[in-house]
């Protein structure tokens, strides 16, 4: 590792280091309220150093060119998500600042920071290896909190997810070892320039990329909760407490969409084809199913849940029209497929963790808010809350003025503008309409669940009010979110264009990423492939 | 000029926005302060649109002898998806504009009698009126389709909060017809908008189209149709004059999708979108709960304005976007109208409830309207005599504003009885009349102007599209023509039960006592207008025949150009008789 990147990965290290210490400290001082202010501070700080990193000249020119410096790579992308990371942890901090049970406030606050790290690392690698490291950093410190804090059934959310991940990782493991057999190369840098150059060799393996996207789409799809790899988030997260399950609903899906953007998107040119089917057929299943599934709920979480699994179906319209233009269909000038995902896996985050933060504020000792009818009659007794989750659910139900209308706005014109025209696209052009047909269906159907909520909040009298024990930091939280949700559909110009920035940046090679700047072989995490192992002998 | 023009019409409608946000800082206990106040702003926005109608209202006249868009208006929004801030008038927009100020004011004044959440009320109550009027001065799609569904929130707190005992589920079953309505159009949208292009239009299209400014001079002019023609990718538009422009003057929205024209998918995906506020049979189900659950005056607003919007849009939006698609679906609109007449009249005649009747009239009489739009009786044989159509669609905008001020009415009156007795059930009432002569005159006034008595509102328009029709389709115009029988049964039925009879022998006699100022000040303006209109129709006809006769023959001419390509309508007799009396609808219309 040279200088360069230890100084790139600054806001790595510093959430590695402070988690540590604070799962140390936690021994001597357990569940304080100051352990949650800490990681907060320390989010900021990582920001601070983020932000400060952005003005340097090397990571300047690297943002405008896309730099690789050893192992990771410096890009918008990147920096998009590690921004977006962070925010989304500053709130998640906040969230569990008061209430996860007795005593373990050090240990979720730590696993928190560790989560956010690995989440980040994922976003910057250019290295399979790296991206696998950043995946399980993000799984085990999950591990460790979905035992943290007060749920209805800690133990078997726990295990159940333990085990489903352990699965999932293998196959995308699995999908890696094609990979590499194909490319010869664990660097993603490599791995794109075969495929989109293969030798005669890679040309003869490429039906084992074919089945390396498929694998690794198959290990992503678990943590993007997308069908028929969903069917453990139900359960897990009516089994958990409110916090972990917003953390369940919104982390792995930056983690997964970030690993799809890296690995399948950008580092797998020539497959596009597969690509857009693939997630086409998969965005279909999972946004319907979630939806209608979701009709019958009665736990919030669960509904959540399932409220999770239709967004992570919306979310892969998006990546279908990226594939799709990516593989040459055209698209209308200034949209951009993967650019309009990650905008919405913004405004979708902002909602839902909204919406955790807020139930984390309404729960108290003696009841967790679970239930449709916990949140009875909730206008009158937390006026504020309830119009916060109320405006979370107009905005995930996609109405506007909210957030949530322009995520599904960029990701429907996006599919509806693959030109009609166009000989070229004329073809793809049936399936995508038919994708946004479904898709505002889905919308519409959405639309029943979530407003089943905000009139259980405004239209019934409850018995009990919840008690409101979450405490500032929660509040803070709902309120954050909440001020998110309105800002982004106030004004969204800005943000739609940094994702389409970042998706531009994830996908074009500049020359200097593949020659100029490139750190010399020897300093590099590369792994070549030993002289006895050629592609040529699978 | 078109900074006079942004302010007016942005006043109009975000003056109650305006409202609403001071209404916020009210004290919480001063609950008949923030309804006068409401009641303020509603006069307020009321007295602006009537100061339009004042031929001395100089630069903020509405001139109703212009056919096209006037006091319009554009600024930039979201230049990325080529967006405006775009609003403007003509005949078809402004006489509801007008209704919607009139019936919000009335509704705010028939709301005293709300004690719950007052400040709240007010607050959404304020904010459907800007959305409302939003959506009736939008020109540009993606604004129309912005305000259409923030329209939505405050009716579906309206209905669920102040309702009544079933006031859940009526609101949301409100809330998601309307919003699967709502999606088909944001695809209709986008799938217009991804095959709009501006090139293909003239430069005086694009000036008629208020894409280049018409105040530019004429040079200036011609640099911005040279900079727009100088792209070499597809300019795209929501702009909803220019796409009018494109569908009847261009092939651009006749691409094929799965063997049919991209029109005719959007003109069905935004049909359905409006029927189902209009509403029609089969997509009308949520009107009756909504109705029977909502409180009175958001009845009358349901009732005199929402339901307007659907037919707004179809006059606005499907049929001069999508001509071909209109043509072919003749019939299928016709139907549409027809049935949901004939289904209304009967379930109105099969209702208990009161109110439920009253909604049930709605879906029939809102049948008109669908019926006199989809009448595409342009053709006669290779001669392209719009004559029949124009009174179609003239009786169909009368209606609405007809149906605009007698279903509020019969609402209101409605609720003056259920506030006294507390029940709506047609088998325990009768003898009102003796105990209330004045509300059951005034009652009864209005019901007579919903069944279309001659000299009353609801006649002129029921008559222009019966007329109208005959040319059209002979069977149509005869299921039509008995429908008349159908309402006046129900109509006359209901009066027998409710207002005749010995005496009234239901729970809470003694509550009856006779009607207040505040609600005589509610229902007289209604009764009134009711008889004015149905004596002198020309003060409706005068605002909008120019702008309706314009968008038909505009319609016509399209026709006439594509004759070559049209199917003739299948069962269009050129023998048949002309329109039964040209000459007498001709006079009402000039």
Avoid at chain 1, 181 to 201: H, Y
Avoid at chain 1, 229 to 258: E, M, R, W
Avoid at chain 1, 264 to 292: F, K, R, S
Avoid at chain 2, 369 to 382: E, K, P, R, T, Y
């Amino acid at each position: 590792m040279t200088s360069e990147t230890a100084y790139l990965l600054l806001p790595e290290i510093i959430l590695i280091l402070a988690g540590t210490l604070i799962y140390l400290g936690g021994a001597f001082a357990p569940g304080k309220s100051a352990w949650a202010a800490l990681a907060a501070l320390v989010i900021l700080a990582a920001g601070g150093a983020l932000a400060q990193q952005g003005t340097t000249e090397t990571v300047q020119k690297a943002l405008v060119t896309g730099t690789i410096s050893g192992p990771l790579t410096i890009d918008w992308f990147s920096a998009a998500i590690r921004y977006g990371v962070l925010a989304v942890g500053l709130v998640f901090a906040l969230v569990g600042s008061r209430w996860v049970g007795e005593g373990d406030q050090s240990e979720f606050q730590g696993s928190l920071l560790m989560i956010l790290a690995g989440l980040m690392l994922v976003a910057l690698s250019n290295d399979l290896v790296l991206v696998f490291v950043g995946l399980e950093l993000i799984s085990i410190p999950t591990y460790v909190m979905l035992y943290l804090g007060k749920g209805t059934n800690l133990l078997e959310s726990g295990t159940k997810y333990f085990f489903l991940s352990l699965l999932s990782s293998a196959l995308m493991l699995y999908g890696f070892s094609f990979l590499y057999g194909v490319a010869g190369s664990t660097s993603l840098i490599d791995i794109r320039e075969t495929f989109a150059n293969p030798d005669a060799d890679a040309a003869r393996l490429m039906s084992f990329a074919r089945l390396a996207l498929i694998l690794i789409f198959a290990g992503l799809a678990f943590r993007l909760t997308a069908v028929p790899f969903h069917f453990y988030a139900p359960d897990v997260y009516q089994g958990t407490s409110n916090a972990n399950a917003g953390i369940l609903a919104v982390i792995p899906k930056i983690a997964a969409l970030a690993a799809i953007v890296r690995i399948i998107y950008a580092g797998m040119p020539g497959l596009e084809q597969i690509g857009w089917q693939l997630t086409l057929a998969v965005a279909l299943v999972t946004m319907t199913l979630g939806n209608l599934l979701a009709l019958w709920q009665t736990n919030v979480r669960r509904m959540m849940a399932y409220s999770s699994i239709a967004h992570a179906g919306y979310m892969l319209i998006g990546l279908s029209v990226g594939f799709a233009a990516a593989g040459g269909a055209v698209v209308a000038e200034g949209l951009d497929g993967v650019g309009a995902t990650l905008f919405y896996l913004l405004v979708y985050a902002a909602a839902t963790a909204g919406v955790f933060a807020a139930l984390t504020y309404l729960s108290g000792e003696r009841r967790i808010v679970s239930t449709l009818d916990d949140l009875a009659g909730l206008s009158s007794s937390h006026p504020k809350t309830s119009a916060a989750l109320a405006l979370f659910m107009f905005s995930l139900a996609g109405l506007p003025p909210l957030a949530g209308f322009w995520g599904k706005f960029t990701l429907f014109t996006g599919a509806l503008s693959v030109d009609a025209r166009n000989p070229e696209s004329g073809n793809l052009w049936p399936w995508f309409v038919a994708l946004a047909l479904v898709g505002v269906i889905n919308a519409a159907i959405s639309g029943a669940y979530y407003l089943r909520l905000i009139g259980v909040m405004y239209f019934r009298s409850g018995d009990a009010a919840p008690e409101g024990q979450g405490g500032a930091g929660a509040a803070l939280a709902t309120a954050l979110c909440a001020l998110a949700v309105i800002g982004i559909g106030a004004y969204p110009g800005p943000l739609v264009e940094a994702g389409k920035k970042a998706s531009r940046a994830a996908r074009d090679v500049s020359p200097e990423m593949l020659a100029g700047d490139r750190v010399p072989a020897n300093q590099t995490a590369v792994v070549k492939p030993l002289p006895g192992l050629q592609k040529a002998e699978f | 000029m078109e900074s006079t023009y942004l302010t007016l019409l942005s006043t109009v409608v975000f003056l109650p926005a305006l409202g609403a946000l001071v209404l916020a800082f009210f004290p919480r206990e001063k609950t008949e302060a923030m309804k006068y106040f409401a009641l303020g702003v509603t006069a307020l926005v009321f007295l602006l649109t009537l100061i339009m109608a004042l031929p001395s209202a100089g630069d903020w006249q509405f001139d109703a002898a212009v056919t096209d868009m006037q006091k319009v208006f554009s600024v930039g929004w979201i230049p990325s998806f080529n967006i405006n801030y775009f609003m403007g008038l003509d005949g078809i927009s402004f006489p509801l504009v007008l209704l919607t100020t009139f019936v919000t004011m009335l509704s705010m004044a028939a709301s005293w009698p709300i004690e719950k959440h007052v400040k709240a009320y007010c607050i959404l109550f304020l904010i459907l009126e800007t959305g409302v009027l939003g959506v009736f001065l939008a020109l540009d799609f993606f604004l129309f389709y912005v305000f259409w569904e923030v329209m939505l929130l405050p009716m579906y707190f309206l209905i669920g909060v102040w309702g009544g005992p079933r006031r859940e589920y009526a609101a949301i079953k409100f809330f998601l017809y309307t919003l699967l309505g709502g999606v088909f159009m944001l695809i209709a949208i986008l799938m217009l908008y991804f095959s709009s292009d501006l090139k293909m239009l003239s430069k005086d299209q694009l000036v008629a189209a208020h894409v280049i400014s018409p105040e530019l001079s004429e040079g200036e002019q011609a640099a911005r149709f040279a900079e727009i023609q100088a792209h070499t990718t597809p300019r795209r538009t929501f702009n909803i004059l220019a796409l009018q422009q494109l569908g009847q003057h261009t092939d651009a929205f006749n691409g094929d999708v799965l063997g049919k024209p991209l029109q005719w998918w959007a003109f069905l995906l935004l049909l359905i979108g409006f029927v189902i506020k209009v509403p029609s049979v089969p997509l009308h189900t949520w009107l009756p709960d909504a109705h029977v659950e909502a409180p009175t005056p958001i009845s009358m607003i349901l009732a005199g304005i929402l339901l307007k919007l659907g037919g707004y849009g179809i006059i606005r939006i499907c049929y001069p976007i999508c001509p071909q698609a209109g043509y072919e679906l003749a019939y299928f609109v016709c139907a549409l109208g027809v049935v949901s007449m004939v289904y209304g009249a009967f379930a109105a005649l099969a209702q208990k409830d009161f109110k439920r009747l009253v909604a049930y009239s709605s879906v029939s009489h809102m049948g008109y309207v669908v019926l006199g739009i989809g009448v595409w009786s342009a053709v006669a044989g290779n001669e392209f005599n719009a004559d029949a159509w124009k009174m179609g669609m003239n009786g169909a905008m009368f209606q609405m504003v007809a149906h605009g001020i007698a279903s509020p009415g019969m609402f209101f009156m409605v609720g003056v009885i259920y506030e006294r007795v507390h029940h709506r059930n047609l088998d325990q009432f009768g003898g009102l009349f003796a105990k209330m002569p004045l509300y059951s005159g005034l009652a009864i006034g209005i019901f007579f102007a919903g069944l279309g008595l001659p000299g009353l509102c609801g006649f002129i328009g029921e008559v222009f599209v019966t007329l109208s029709v005959w040319s059209f389709n002979h069977t149509l115009a005869i299921i039509t023509a008995s429908v008349v029988v159908l309402t006046a049964a129900y109509i006359l039925w209901t009066l027998q039960r409710v207002y005749l009879g010995p005496e009234y022998k239901g729970p809470h006699g003694d509550h009856l006592h006779p009607m207040t100022t505040r609600e005589l000040a509610i229902a007289l303006p209604l009764f009134v207008l009711a008889i004015a209109m149905g004596v002198y129709p020309q003060m409706v006809f005068h605002y909008m025949t120019p702008s309706v006769n314009q968008t038909v023959d505009d319609l016509a001419g399209w026709a006439q150009r594509n004759a070559a390509n049209l199917p003739q309508m299948a069962a269009f007799d050129p023998t048949a008789p002309a329109p039964v009396a040209p000459a007498l609808v001709q006079a009402e219309i000039q």
